[in-house]
């Protein structure tokens, strides 16, 4: 029985580690694209510009680990192709590997602006480790960024940016940060924090040209026009689904999964940000809580062990001197209520649409955060009369 998992990031390696706690004898291989064994995700855009910021110090794992738990990974394979009914890969050098389960953890790649806008050689994106290095290159001499996209990438971009003293611009085409995935309250918290921090956000405008000028650019939106530096795009993914295309797995917006992260096609499972597990959570899930969910559902159900509940989707963020966590999905139209915390500063909100709870952000508040986690997983029914209330004790609720 042996298990081929391709893509060693966050889910791929989650997974390989679960295999090899649990017990796991078999032959475990991954298959990865990039060069180097990937790095960790969140340092990327958050700590890029700090010194202690090195490739080695966030590798997500080193080459000893991979030997020690005999775990093989073929880093710098460029193409493959999947034999799903006869159960072997085919890398591109005619190397053929045979599977008993394959789970495809090939991630998300970033969303880049029209080349009729802007040649792509001149997009900065931010994926991987490779991307940042080269942000940090073309840094070199710059003073005046614009980031193209108000969300959690391009608002942490910008943190680090001005912390660092590089004048930044946001250019978001929304009426506000963060619209898809956050509350208004949060959206606003965060562009009063970023304005506070001299970051510009320019929301509802749309880039209309964007002309070279020597190594700088002229931007022009529909309501705007000014010169940059530097062009950073934070647009958002999409899901990596070019191979489970190819090989006939069910998919929408990601590959369609079961509870137990299975496809449409026997022994081949997906996890991570290229999953979508339409039960569960109906949405794409792009976050390290979910790539690792989703890595423990699969390891328990080849593992023979029972399955692990469901998690409601968490995720965090570091922005200037702020700590944001959220646990829940918001959902458009939802009422919010806020909720101070016990510390100076700290403070929640919480959303509830029809009555339920659906999301809880936390600013610098570790303890609300908790509570709101024991409540989704416990499925503790709370109201909006609680939370409102100062001197209700969520702990009461919990213990
Ligand atoms: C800059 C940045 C900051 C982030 N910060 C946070 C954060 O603070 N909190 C949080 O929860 N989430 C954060 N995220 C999101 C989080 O990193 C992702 O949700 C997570 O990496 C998903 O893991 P994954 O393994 O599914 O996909 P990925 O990390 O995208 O990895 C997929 C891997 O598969 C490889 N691959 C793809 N196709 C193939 C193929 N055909 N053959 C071989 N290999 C292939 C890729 O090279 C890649 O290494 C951040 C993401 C970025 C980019």
Excluded at 77 to 99: A, G, Q, T
Excluded at 170 to 188: D, G, P, T, Y
Excluded at 233 to 247: D, H, M, S
Aim: overall charge positive; hydrophobic content about 35%.
């Amino acid at each position: 029985m042996s298990i081929i998992i391709i893509g060693g990031s966050h889910a791929g390696i989650s997974l390989a580690e679960n295999l090899r706690r649990g017990g796991y004898k078999n032959k475990i291989t991954i298959i990865e694209k990039q060069k180097n064994i990937p790095t960790e995700k969140p340092p990327l855009s958050k700590k890029f510009l700090e010194s202690t910021f090195d490739e080695e110090n966030i590798k997500l794992r080193n080459q000893s680990w991979f030997k020690d738990n005999l775990i093989e990974i073929l880093l710098n394979i460029k193409s493959l192709e999947v034999f799903p009914h006869e159960n072997f890969v085919r890398l591109y050098n005619k190397v053929e590997i045979n599977y008993d389960y394959l789970v495809i953890a090939s991630g998300a790649k970033a969303n880049k602006l029209p080349i009729e806008l802007i040649p792509i050689e001149s997009q900065n994106i931010l994926r991987d480790f490779n991307d940042i290095k080269k942000i940090k290159d073309n840094l070199l001499d710059k003073k005046h960024t614009t980031i193209i996209g108000g969300g959690y990438i391009g608002l942490e971009l910008a943190s680090s940016l001005r912390k660092a003293d590089f004048e930044v611009n946001i250019i978001e085409m929304s009426e506000r940060i963060l619209q898809r995935v956050a509350s208004k309250e949060l959206s606003n918290f965060f562009t009063s924090l970023h304005e506070e921090n001299g970051v510009k956000i320019f929301c509802n405008e749309r880039l209309e040209k964007i002309k070279p000028l020597g190594s700088a650019f002229q931007i022009n939106t529909n309501k705007n026009k000014f010169n940059t530096d530097l062009l950073l795009v934070g647009i958002g993914v999409t899901p990596e689904i070019e191979l489970a295309k190819n090989i006939g797995v069910s998919y929408d917006r990601g590959i369609i999964v079961n509870e137990n992260y299975e496809t449409s096609l026997k022994n081949i499972f997906a996890i991570g940000d290229c999953a979508l597990n339409k039960s569960e959570y109906g949405i794409v899930i792009e976050s390290i809580h979910h790539a690792q969910f989703s890595a423990s559902r699969v390891s328990s159900y080849i593992l023979g062990q029972s399955k692990i509940k469901y998690e409601e989707p968490w995720f965090w963020s570091d922005q200037f001197d702020v700590k944001f966590q959220s646990v829940g999905l918001y959902r458009p139209n939802s009422e919010t209520i806020f909720r101070k915390g016990k510390r100076e500063g700290s403070k929640s909100w919480w959303s509830f649409n029809n009555q339920k709870l659906v999301c809880v952000e936390a600013i610098n508040d570790v303890q609300n955060f908790s509570f709101a986690k024991r409540i989704f997983e416990n499925k503790i029914s709370v109201n909006k009369n609680q939370i409102e209330d100062q001197n209700f004790d969520l702990k009461s609720l919990i213990t």
